[in-house]
């Protein structure tokens, strides 16, 4: 079945929110106070922020490769301050050269981020990783 960019599979928000507790997390909050912001229960957003902690260098290396293949003009990530904080970063980044290099997405960076990562954000494995070159 099809789903739009917006949403990712098998969870019930949108990118969106996840996106927002996952930046949040990134900034350094604890999950209850992500929860108690998004008006969520605080073992959705664990769940969510555990899923995502699961594979932060697959994440963080899909980001820097797609951000490089992206932009010409492509300069190295500077470290965030944590795992969580790099892997948004990459995220991030590429997200910003999709945008630049082919126009803004009317669903927002997270669907973007959503649609780099093959629906992959809270979901391990191996394909998020690009192909060797």
């Known amino acids: 079945m099809l789903i739009p960019a917006w949403m990712l599979p098998r969870r019930r928000d949108a990118a969106e929110v996840i996106g927002q507790a996952v930046r949040a997390f990134a900034a350094g909050q604890g999950h209850r106070r992500i929860a108690q912001q998004l008006g969520r229960p605080p073992s959705t957003v664990r769940g969510w922020l555990r899923a995502f902690c699961g594979h932060l260098e697959q994440l963080r290396v899909l ?3 797609s951000y490089a293949d ?3 003009n ?3 990530l500077e470290p965030a301050g944590s795992p969580a904080a790099d892997a948004l970063e990459a995220l991030s980044a590429a997200a910003r050269s999709v945008v630049v290099r082919f126009g803004p997405d009317n669903d927002g960076p997270w669907a973007v981020i959503n649609t780099l990562t093959g629906g992959g954000l809270l979901r391990p494995s191996s394909d998020l990783l690009p192909p060797l070159r």
């Open 63 to 65: 980001g820097t490769v």
């Open 70 to 72: 992206l932009d010409a």
């Open 74 to 76: 492509a300069r190295p």
